[in-house]
C-alpha cells in the first residue's frame, strides 16, 4: 500500500527559531498534499493545501508567513513554522493523494509532535 | 469541504462486545477511509471502502458504505482493551479537501 512518511515524529525547538518538517510520499507521486494541525483533545484542523509546482492554499485564519508551506517535487512537501512560539505547540499531520486517476485516496503521515520552549 | 461528522462522540464497553460507530458526510465520494488514533499518537489506516462497495471486512472490522444516505459504519467485533482509541472516518473525493470530525472516542474496559 502507498506510504507517506513524516520526519520528524517528534522535535523540540527554542521559542524564535524555525522548524522544519517533511512529508514524503515513498512510493507514489502525489500531486496534493494537505497539512493538519491538532490540538490536545482535539480534531484535526486543515491549515493548508498544497500543490505540486504552485502556492498552497491556506485556509482561514492561518498565517502563510508563519508557516511556509513548500511542494517542490511529487513526492516531497514540507512545512517550516518559522518564529515558533509555544503556542505553536502541536501535533502536525500530512495528507498526500494519489496523482491521477479516478478514484484518488489520500494518505496519511504518522504526524509531528512539535514542543516549542 | 468533505468533511465526515463522527457518531457517537463517545462511546464505553466492555471487552469483549461490539463498537459499532457511524459516519455522515455531504457530498460525493470516490472512497470513504477510517482511521485510528491512539492518545497522543498518529493516525493509523484501518481500512478503505470504495464508492462503489457496500461492505468490507479486515479482521475484526467490517465497514459498510450507504451512498445514498451518505453514511457509513465501522464495526469492531470482539472488542479488546487495546482497541481503546479516537476513530475517524474521511470521505475522499475528487480534489476536494479532506477535514475531520471530532471522531468517535471509544473505551473499551477490561
Known amino acids: 500500500g502507498a506510504v507517506v512518511s513524516q520526519h520528524p515524529s517528534r522535535v523540540i525547538c527554542k521559542s524564535g527559531t524555525s522548524v522544519k518538517i517533511e512529508c514524503r510520499s515513498l512510493?507514489?507521486?502525489?500531486?496534493?498534499m494537505f497539512w493538519y494541525r491538532q490540538f490536545p483533545k482535539q480534531s484535526l484542523m486543515l491549515m493548508a493545501t498544497s500543490n505540486e509546482g504552485s502556492k498552497a492554499t491556506y485556509e482561514q485564519g492561518v498565517e502563510k508567513d508563519k508557516f511556509l508551506i513548500n511542494h517542490a517535487s511529487l513526492t516531497l512537501s514540507t512545512l517550516t513554522v518559522t518564529s515558533a512560539h509555544p503556542e505553536d505547540s502541536s501535533f502536525y499531520i500530512c495528507?498526500?493523494?494519489?496523482?491521477?486517476?479516478?478514484?484518488?485516496?489520500?494518505?496519511f503521515g504518522q504526524g509531528t509532535r512539535l514542543t516549542v520552549v | 469541504s468533505q468533511q465526515g461528522e463522527e457518531d457517537p462522540q463517545a462511546l464505553s464497553i466492555q471487552e469483549g462486545e461490539n463498537a459499532t460507530m457511524n459516519c455522515s458526510y455531504k457530498t460525493s465520494i470516490n472512497n470513504l477511509q477510517w482511521y485510528r488514533q491512539n492518545s497522543g499518537r498518529g493516525l493509523v489506516h484501518l481500512i478503505l471502502i470504495r464508492s462503489n462497495e457496500r461492505e468490507k471486512h479486515s479482521g475484526r472490522l467490517r465497514v459498510t458504505l450507504d451512498t445514498s444516505k451518505k453514511s457509513s459504519s465501522l464495526l469492531i467485533t470482539a472488542s479488546r482493551a487495546a482497541d481503546t482509541a479516537s476513530y475517524f472516518c474521511a470521505p475522499v473525493g475528487g480534489y476536494q479537501k479532506v477535514t475531520f470530525g471530532i471522531g468517535t472516542k471509544l473505551q473499551v474496559i477490561p
Open positions: 512510493d507514489f507521486q502525489a500531486t496534493t
Open positions: 495528507s498526500a493523494r494519489l496523482t491521477g486517476g479516478f478514484a484518488t485516496e489520500a494518505f
